[in-house]
């Protein structure tokens, strides 16, 4: 039995375009696919990469096409359609990007997609192909107690942020949980506990049982400024967003691409410069714990993709199950 072995980033690649049109997809939305699930695993990003690809692969076949709205110069409104997520959020982020590049600044709304997958993605790009500040946020399905209550409302509401360097990009993409959902739902199918202060049962006992995590919620990070920070996510790409999930107002999840030109602001050299100054000035600093280097965010998924390009992916049984490699 396969327990782990490599796979080059471009064998991957071309397995998930060859397995999404075999299910029926137009070779567009199968490149946009592939090239999420490919980013996700080259930067460590397990949970949001192969585990989500079976979910992806029950619509390959929707040829719903996503619309688009202007409605101010800088902001579009994108109708997903139906269409899969990461298709619809590629030309969500295009249309901030171009918006952007035009004007200094862009925004995209979109609602009204399947499967979202790895919030960073498209700040990566804006960042990586054209040079921009790029960020993402999504109001998520509620599986969130907010501070103070143990009912669910909130989502995992994940929010990205991309700055461009002279090198690859550094990229912030969190969830506002301790835990992504998608790890949580892979406990409780194989029997796993969580680690404490995840979550809550349906009467707001604290369990580590993953069963009883999805009967109850989730909690957020830091208390009640994570709290806080969902609540931002909720009503950026939530409420304000027409027909969009907010709070107890079940509908389509909501994201929000915002794409910004720096050299509307000084010079773009100056920041990136500026931006590796900051992550340099971090991991120079004093550690807490001698045996615990400090890192700026996104430094570690970056090094993971880097060395992807050269040195392949690394598929756990279950991923070289899925693609038919054992």
């Not at 619309?67 to 298709?87: D, F, I, K, M, Q």
């Not at 900051?278 to 993971?304: E, F, L």
Request: net charge negative; proline share 8%.
């Amino acid at each position: 039995m396969v327990k782990a072995m490599r796979i080059s980033v471009k064998d991957l690649h071309e397995r998930i375009c060859t397995m999404m049109m075999n299910e029926g997809a137009l070779p567009s939305r199968a490149q946009a696919v592939a090239d999420e699930i490919v980013y996700a695993e080259a930067c460590g990003i397990k949970s949001h990469g192969l585990p989500m690809l079976p979910v992806v692969l029950r619509r390959a076949g929707n040829a719903s096409e996503p619309t688009v709205e202007s409605r101010l110069p800088t902001v579009a409104v994108v109708a997903g359609n139906g269409a899969p997520g990461p298709y619809a959020s590629k030309i969500a982020m295009d249309e901030a990007i171009s918006r952007a590049e035009r004007l200094g600044l862009g925004m995209a709304a979109l609602v009204n997609v399947s499967t979202f997958l790895a919030t960073g993605y498209g700040p990566w790009r804006a960042a990586r192909e054209h040079g921009l500040v790029g960020v993402c946020c999504s109001a998520a399905d509620a599986k969130v107690a907010p501070f103070g209550s143990i009912d669910p409302i909130f989502g995992t509401n994940p929010l990205a942020v991309a700055f461009p360097t002279a090198g690859e990009p550094l990229v912030v993409d969190l969830a506002i949980t301790n835990m992504p959902a998608a790890e949580v739902r892979h406990a409780a199918a194989v029997s796993e506990a969580l680690p404490p202060g995840v979550a809550i049962d349906h009467a707001g006992a604290p369990t580590t049982d993953a069963s009883m995590a999805l009967e109850g919620a989730m909690l957020p990070f830091g208390g009640y400024k994570g709290s806080a920070i969902a609540f931002i996510v909720e009503c950026l790409s939530g409420a304000m967003i027409p027909g969009a999930k907010a709070g107890n107002f079940a509908a389509d999840r909501g994201m929000l691409f915002i794409a910004l030109q720096p050299a509307a602001l000084g010079d773009p050299a100056d920041l990136a410069d500026r931006v590796e100054q900051v992550a340099w000035d971090i991991s120079a600093s004093r550690p807490a714990k001698a045996d615990i280097p400090p890192r700026a965010p996104g430094v570690n998924s970056r090094a993971d993709w880097q060395a992807a390009q050269n040195d392949g992916i690394v598929l756990q049984a279950d991923g070289a199950k899925l693609l038919g490699l054992a």
